[in-house]
């Protein structure tokens, strides 16, 4: 009984974890491609033992194949940079929602490039994705232009975040989840630091509280919750995981409410939920696409 609940159990951890990131961006007080080098840096130190200790249990990895998790950790180092850095003009709300539109990115991504068949489903959920998506950013946009910026850096987030998906989708054909999650991470640090560089981030010096969250973000975000996550997919079908994880945004604003004193208009409200509901159908509609493929 308690082997059947453990996924459930691990998903709705994942999903909390995962919600408390744009929180965590906003305690910090720090540049948010800073917040997010830690976050990597961390978690890539403290998962470092396991990826050695799989190295030795396992095969070598192929040279050919290490250019998935490189070109992964570049595509997340991106994402992190422009997400976390949105939340310094939006809400993290706003932030949440737009940065986890990536299924509509990848689903269009497989029928441009890949020529994947796609459901009547699916152009109804872009459709009402992109509706409500509409009404969220053009509300922020007409009451103060610069929350418009933070929502367009918030989408472009979601942009890498699906180049990232697509390329692991071909990476972990090869390489075990474990030593491809560490690379992406190596990779990912190594990007956010010269990022940090260029846009000329201060990486030390900060008080112990920003440290603190530092950490916070690296353990529960990072490590918590995207291990929860994996560990649900490995017990439960990605039709139930996947939809759920649209939760996300939603906990994140009713998370936004009490921590971080932010309250959604009716609009937001409305322009979320619609987007919610779109999302879902995307994402329904593209598994159902994928599991049709073998019988093709």
């Known amino acids: 009984m308690q082997n059947k609940f453990l996924p459930y159990i691990a998903l709705a951890v994942g999903i909390s974890a995962l919600s408390l990131s744009a929180m965590f961006v906003r305690w910090a007080d720090a540049p948010g491609a800073v917040t997010g080098f830690y976050r990597l840096l961390f978690s890539t130190i403290f998962l470092a033992p396991l990826f050695v200790r799989q190295q030795k ?7 050919r194949y290490y250019i998935f998790p490189l070109l992964g950790g570049l595509f997340t180092a991106f994402d992190f940079a422009f997400w976390n850095s949105s939340l310094k003009f939006t809400t993290a709300a706003n ?7 990536s299924p509509l990115w990848v689903a269009l991504f497989a029928f441009f490039v890949l020529r ?9 959920g872009l459709v009402i994705a992109l509706t409500g998506a509409v009404l969220v950013m ?18 472009t987030a979601a942009i890498f975040y699906a180049s990232y998906q697509l390329i692991t989708q071909r990476g972990r054909k090869y390489i075990d989840p474990l030593r491809y999650t560490w690379l992406v991470g190596v990779s990912a640090v190594i990007g956010m630091f010269i990022m940090n560089l260029v846009l000329g981030n201060q990486l030390t010096d900060y008080p112990a509280r920003t440290w603190g969250i530092f950490l916070a973000t690296a353990v529960v ?30 906990l994140t604003a009713v998370l936004a409410i009490p921590l971080l004193g932010e309250i959604p208009n009716t609009t ?3 322009g979320g939920a619609i987007a919610l509901v779109g999302i879902y159908l995307v994402n329904q509609s593209h598994l159902q696409a994928q599991e049709e493929l073998p019988n093709a």
């Not at 249990?57 to 040279?63: A, G, N, S, T, V």
């Not at 932030?95 to 539109?101: D, E, I, P």
């Open 57 to 63: 249990m396992l095969e070598p990895i192929d040279k």
């Open 95 to 101: 932030a949440t929602l737009l940065g986890n539109t």
């Open 116 to 124: 994947e068949r796609l459901r009547g489903t699916f152009w109804i």
């Open 138 to 155: 053009g509300s922020d946009f007409l009451n103060h232009p610069t929350l418009g910026l933070g929502d367009v850096m918030a989408s």
């Open 221 to 250: 975000s990072q490590m918590i919750g995207y291990l929860a996550i994996t560990y649900a997919l490995g017990h439960l079908p990605a039709s139930i995981v996947s939809p759920t994880l649209v939760g996300q945004p939603i």
């Open 268 to 270: 937001q409200w409305v």
